[in-house]
């Protein structure tokens, strides 16, 4: 945590890349994604005065590849809320690569409830 930022650092293996020294779009939107969720998970939790995290859902997200993301080391994830509406999280997050901003997301996150097949899956 880094005040309303959720962080982190992912190293990615020769199997993520999309051609030779960069990373593949899909493993990118795979850890926005990801990590999105888990923010609002986590300022879900917060809001709500709760002991553990809401289990969450993606409801919408999008993607930006601004430039390639290169293999060369960790990629550093950032994400905070937005808007915090009842159970809905609006996230935005940034994928940084050696300085750089690589990739960027913006997405809508639910807390479900008892009977989705996602509750209680932590």
Not at 70 to 98: F, Y
Request: charged share 15%; net charge negative.
């Amino acid at each position: 945590m880094e005040g309303d930022l959720v962080v982190a650092d992912w190293t990615p293996e020769e199997h993520h890349q999309a051609f030779p020294g960069v990373l593949n779009g899909g493993i990118i939107g795979a850890l926005l994604d990801c990590h999105c969720n888990w923010t609002a998970a986590y300022h879900l939790m917060k809001a709500q005065g709760a002991a553990t995290p809401p289990c969450t859902v993606t409801a919408d997200y999008a993607i930006v590849l601004k430039r390639p993301t290169p293999m060369g080391g960790p990629v550093h994830l950032s994400a905070k809320p937005v808007d915090i509406q009842g159970d809905r999280v609006v996230v935005e997050g940034t994928l940084t690569a050696n300085g750089k901003v690589t990739a960027t997301c913006r997405g809508t996150f639910v807390a479900v409830k008892e009977g989705h097949p996602a509750y209680h899956r932590w």
